[in-house]
């Protein structure tokens, strides 16, 4: 949905600065990411992903309802109650999509539900819910730009690599990448209008803080993940709090 139909006057150069503040995280480059689009993750090792992951798949809506709940203005409201409703409507909803998706790695969704967590993973998931619960909207509207704007890339990437080096394409099994290649291309540029809007500057070092935090929250999962089941190398140091 569009915020409205006035031409947004966009600074190009914010924009551009958050840009290049979410690609310093750019979750392709992970080598966990890397590994499962070069077709060298054992499958193993990708059930146990799906354990992990599911975390941030079942707290996402919480992190979108936070933001809605923290908004003042109406038309932001819609959009996020839009994608929100995307998230956990119905007998397709977004976490049930992904426990299809274990199912197809031949992980059975109790043991999904049931999986201990990794340090790292409550982690990311707290220093999103944080973010999003606690700060301005436009604040949280930036995590979740954080998290959105790589999605549609990384899905299609993880759906390919499934077909190409793990034989799993089938639709039930991979609905869940098939689903976020799309919507999430409406979802970031929404977001991406509401934040070009923004001017004062001071508001504009908030929001890149919150983007930052966010990638990096993100970044670290799959750090946990890669030090849990494979030998770690991704570079990237910042600590998390809990």
């Given amino acids: 949905m569009k915020i409205n139909q006035t031409p947004v006057l966009v600074s190009t150069s914010f924009l551009d600065t958050l840009d290049a503040t979410v690609a310093e995280y750019d979750l392709l480059t992970h080598p966990f990411y890397q590994q499962w689009t070069a ?3 054992p499958q193993g090792v990708l059930a146990e992903y799906a354990k992990q992951y ?8 919480t992190y979108v309802s936070a933001v809605h709940s923290n908004c003042d203005r109406l038309p932001i409201r819609q959009m996020l ?36 967590l990794l340090p790292t993973t ?9 973010i999003t619960r606690t700060g301005n909207y436009l604040e949280g509207l930036a995590a979740l730009y954080a998290y ?26 991979v609905a869940f990448f098939s ?5 999430d291309v409406i979802h970031r540029e929404v977001e991406r209008e509401v934040l070009a809007s923004i001017t004062d500057q001071l508001q504009q070092q908030s929001v890149l803080a919150a983007a930052t935090e966010a990638a ?4 670290q999962f799959l750090d946990g993940v890669e030090a849990a ?12 709090g809990e």
């Fill in 229 to 240: 089941y494979l030998a770690p190398s991704s570079g990237h140091n910042d600590s998390i």
């Fill in 81 to 116: 109650l839009e994608n929100l409703l995307e998230e956990e409507q119905g007998v397709n909803n977004h976490p049930e999509l992904w426990l299809r998706f274990a199912e197809g790695l031949g992980v059975d969704r109790e043991a999904v539900h049931t999986a201990d």
């Fill in 39 to 41: 077709g060298t993750l």
């Fill in 148 to 173: 959105e704007s790589q999605i549609p890339k990384v899905a299609e990437s993880k759906r390919l690599g499934l077909k190409q080096f793990y034989g799993i394409d089938d639709d039930r099994t």
């Fill in 216 to 219: 990096q929250a993100l970044w």
């Fill in 122 to 130: 409550v982690a990311s998931v707290n220093r999103l819910r944080h």
């Fill in 54 to 61: 599911f975390a941030h798949v079942k707290a996402f809506p």
């Fill in 179 to 183: 689903v976020h290649e799309q919507a």
